[in-house]
């Protein structure tokens, strides 16, 4: 029987079995005071408040650790129990501020709230003055401890929900007091800043600077990486306020990151933003109206519809994604479109659409949790993805297997039972090699692979090449940690693999995402929870650009622009007549207008002077560019090229919707006007096209072409606001009674079968060498997002990282003669830039690595624009550089 039947203060109270007292009476809305619980912690019983009499048990137990039972009778309102609370707080208030009225925290205070229950109204027990030093190192928020009650939320949130571990309580008696190891302040600890011990400190202790309460919240999602937060963002005099996390949603259950909670409402605001269009005269660019802005682009581009191409964004919503490759294929005739996941996860889809039928996330972020066995491979996700992060520490925590495939010693390293550092673009080795010992030892699951797999003799054949000799070889990973990582793998079901650009971002990515396919099939870890292959999306609404058809080789819900039915369906839908051919990638784009085929380009959101290899040449693209036409909320570095720029609205400012990494498709609800004279991006894009003679861009609101990319998108075919404004939907969602899919794969793959591909080593396109004797990798910082258009504007995250670091081994920099903090200049065969070398052992022997979010130091000036031949993707992962110091060249001996 799930359910149990307990009486509290006479009232018969319906709980579920397993649930503590305290609960079942707040399912009952019965209230019973408490300052030291939490339903995301684990009972504590520290407060003494929530305790209560219970017939036939000894004492006064704390409901908050007491498990509710069948037939049990509670009161909650005895004088042997509120004499108790009393006590407990009167204490409490012997050592508090009463200065309630001027407190940051007044009427939001949970010891307030509780004193006015027990009818507390003056200070019993002498006054007792601790008069302690407040910590205000962190740029975010403040510690108080004068106003600590010690009710240890904030250290159990910080050990229980992100798995930090940056404060403790430390001392006995007294003294004890919160604080970071070695009473260091908090900006010079290991926190992280995610404020989730602010979000539950109970009083002043903890808070937000410069706090501000909200008139009203609106729910929103986050504008960051690819996890989609919910969050409710507090607006007062249409300014955002505050930050909370939603606890409803199910992608994040209210927790965000440092980027989430503090980095959203200095660049919403900022003064730098984009509010009038701007057209270049004379050389300059000045300020125009929008109708003069818009008529320009609109008769330029039709002067260049065979020579032109489009760059959606992966930051945009999907209606603003829907629209403009609408635009590009139905106003301008071309399939020259696409967006950033070319270069990030282009592999993801190239490859898991061969082996699966589908190029998404299989399985579900909060899923990651039921997994008896984690490969993390290629991902940073502490940084990159931090709420992911959370969950695979927790789930650690629980017994979880962690295996960590990085070359550098990041932060999940520390929880990992195997760590593998394999040399960066060796990663189809080491799978190969992991499958070839889960084979010879018999440790694959036949069984599944006979009812749903094909092809596996070819694969086992290929298998051949990759004995454990040649793997250490190639991987520099010793054989028995290859060994008892693909034995540790393929025996703890369910297992979920994770990866992200470490995987994709190489000259032979689209063959590294088909190794973490073949590995999945090979243990059955597929079509279950806990299982699966899940590539992390980098950005918000990546994901959701690729399903709106911002891809030049298919049409939304990824229907082939080649197949003649697609095409005539679509011709008949939009009107007109479309093209058969697919499109120029984006890094064919940029090659093609140095090449002076494109001549007019229409970027929207994107910055590829900071984020496309070899950025010195992607500037001479553009500065070829006859018509440059850029659509975005700053003047970022591309957009000072620009002809024209048109500007538009955060997502702060605007309706419409994300699909995060798991496939879920979320609101995005307006919560400010727009700032000063900028526009939606939809609107803007339909402008263009009604100002070119073209017909089906008349929409008054999102909502409609919502509307519309249901009726055009299968796995779009069930979702609407109205479902939405429930709760997102996992596509394929294809009908408006279909719950969503938050497996993929369950009975059968999509494409019916899962095709093992054999797979053969290829080395990255440029390898160290005398000339260039290290190799440079790249990767974000969790401080930063992308190119810092947004992150570098809020000036506590540049606080925490406001320049650009060469990360370098300590034994490469003593043969260097390099000291941390030092200015060097990184050079490979296609420029060089300055930056401060930071010596650490995150970065193994040979390798070193940078982040791309600063334009003071652009890394991309470095980076090999080799692509990988499949998924066009340029190998960002690796290239070959060395260091000079003090003007002088330094090379490895």
């Not at 229980?160 to 260091?184: K, L």
């Not at 560019?625 to 024209?644: H, K, P, W």
């Not at 993929?744 to 990255?764: A, D, N, S, V």
């Not at 420029?831 to 040979?846: M, Q, R, Y």
Request: hydrophobic share 40%; aromatic share 6%; glycine share 8%.
């Amino acid at each position: 029987m799930d359910e149990i039947r307990l009486t509290i203060n006479g009232q018969e109270v319906t709980a579920k079995k397993g649930m503590t007292v305290l609960e079942a009476a707040q399912l009952a809305d019965i209230y019973i005071p408490t300052l030291c619980y939490d339903p995301d912690l684990e009972p504590y019983g520290g407060c003494r408040l929530c305790v209560v009499e219970i017939e036939n048990m000894r004492g006064l137990p704390t409901t908050c650790t007491t498990p509710a039972t069948d037939g049990m009778v509670v009161r909650t309102e005895t004088p042997a129990v509120n004499k108790v609370r009393r006590i407990a707080v009167e204490l409490l208030i012997a050592e508090h501020p009463l200065d309630c009225l001027t407190c940051p925290k007044n009427q939001q205070c949970d010891l307030q709230k509780v004193a006015a229950y027990l009818g507390i109204t003056e200070r019993r027990f002498p006054s007792i003055d601790r008069s302690l030093p407040i910590d205000t190192s962190n740029p975010f928020f403040y510690l108080d401890r004068n106003y600590c009650i010690l009710c240890g939320k904030c250290v159990r949130a910080c050990d229980e929900v992100t798995v930090i571990n940056a404060i403790e309580i430390v001392d006995r008696g007294y003294p004890s007091r919160v604080s970071p190891f070695g009473d260091r302040p908090l900006l010079e600890s290991i926190c992280q800043s995610c404020g989730e011990c602010v979000d539950r400190c109970p009083v002043n202790a903890l808070m937000p600077k410069n706090a501000l309460p909200p008139t009203r919240e609106v729910a929103t999602i986050c504008p960051y990486c690819g996890v989609g937060c919910g969050m409710y963002l507090g607006i007062r005099d249409d300014r955002i306020v505050s930050v909370r996390g939603d606890r409803e949603n199910p992608a994040n259950k209210g927790r965000l990151c440092v980027k989430g909670r503090y980095g959203i409402a200095e660049f919403v605001h900022h003064p730098e933003r984009l509010t009038t269009p701007l057209i270049r005269r004379e050389g300059k660019l000045v300020e125009a109206t929008w109708d003069e802005a818009l008529d320009l682009v609109a008769s330029k581009l039709t002067d260049y519809r065979d020579q032109v191409a489009v760059i959606s964004s992966a930051k945009c919503t999907n209606e603003d994604n829907y629209i403009i490759q609408k635009f590009a294929r139905a106003v301008l005739g071309t399939n020259n479109v696409d967006h950033c996941a070319r270069l990030c996860h282009a592999p993801s889809v190239a490859g898991l659409v061969q082996s699966f039928g589908s190029g998404a996330m299989t399985n579900s972020n909060n899923d990651i949790s039921d997994a008896t066995c984690i490969l993390a491979i290629g991902t940073n996700t502490s940084e990159t993805h931090p709420v992911i992060g959370f969950n695979v520490k927790k789930a650690v925590r629980r017994g979880t297997k962690l295996i960590v495939a990085n070359p550098r010693e990041i932060h999940l390293c520390r929880f990992a039972d195997i760590w593998l550092s394999q040399r960066p673009g060796s990663d189809v080795a080491l799978l190969m090699g992991m499958m070839k010992v889960i084979v010879d030892e018999e440790l694959h699951d036949l069984a599944f692979i006979e009812e749903r797999c094909e092809n596996f003799e070819a694969f086992r054949e290929a298998l051949n090449g990759f004995d454990l000799a040649f793997v250490e070889k190639i991987t520099e990973v010793p054989q028995n940690q290859i060994a008892a990582a693909a034995r540790m793998y393929a025996t703890n079901h369910p297992a979920a693999i994770l990866y992200a650009m470490g995987i994709t971002q190489h000259s032979h990515g689209t063959d590294n995402v088909i190794a973490t396919a073949n590995l999945a099939m090979l243990t059955g870890n597929i079509g279950k929870p806990g299982s699966g292959v899940n590539p992390l999306r980098g950005q918000n609404n990546v994901q959701g650009a690729c399903d709106m058809g911002a891809l030049p080789n298919v049409y939304p819900g990824y229907q082939a622009v080649a197949a003649p039915a697609i095409k005539e369906k679509f011709e008949v839908a939009w009107g007109g007549t479309l093209s058969l051919t697919p499109g120029l990638t984006m890094t064919e784009m940029l090659e093609a207008a140095y090449q002076g085929k494109v001549k007019a380009l229409y970027l929207v959101g994107e910055n590829p002077m900071l984020s496309d290899p070899d950025a010195s040449h992607v500037r001479e693209a553009l500065e070829k560019l006859e018509l440059l036409v850029v659509q975005d909320i700053f003047l970022s570095e591309t957009a000072q090229l620009a002809d024209v720029v048109l500007p538009s609205v955060t997502f702060a400012e605007k309706d419409g919707t994300f699909t995060n990494t798991e496939r879920r498709v979320q609101r995005v609800r307006k919560a400010i006007e727009p700032i000063s004279n900028s526009k939606h991006d939809w609107w803007i894009t339909c402008q263009i096209a009604q100002r070119m003679g073209s017909k089906g861009f008349n929409f008054a609101h999102p909502s409609q072409i919502m509307d519309e990319i249901a009726r055009l998108t299968p796995s779009y075919g069930g979702i609407s606001y109205g479902r939405l404004d429930n709760g997102g939907l996992q596509w394929p969602c294809p009908t408006p009674e279909h719950p969503g899919t938050p497996i993929l794969h369950t009975e059968q793959f999509t494409r019916g079968k899962g095709r093992f591909i054999p797979l053969e080593y290829k080395p990255p396109m440029e390898l160290p060498d005398d000339e260039y004797p290290l190799i440079l990798t790249t990767g974000r910082s969790l401080f930063h997002f992308h190119t810092g258009t947004m992150s570098r504007k809020v000036t506590g995250l540049n606080i925490f990282k406001g320049e650009e670091q060469v990360e370098i081994n300590p034994e490469d920099a003593l043969r260097l003669d390099i000291t941390d903090g030092e200015t060097v200049k990184v050079i490979s065969r296609r420029g060089a830039v300055i930056a401060k070398a930071k010596v650490t052992e995150a970065s193994p022997v040979g390798v070193v690595f940078m982040t791309f979010h600063f334009a003071e130091s652009p890394t991309n000036v470095l980076t090999n624009p080799v692509l990988d031949p499949v998924s066009k993707i340029p190998e960002l992962k690796v290239c070959a550089v060395r260091i000079e110091r003090n003007g002088q060249a330094v090379r490895c001996p």
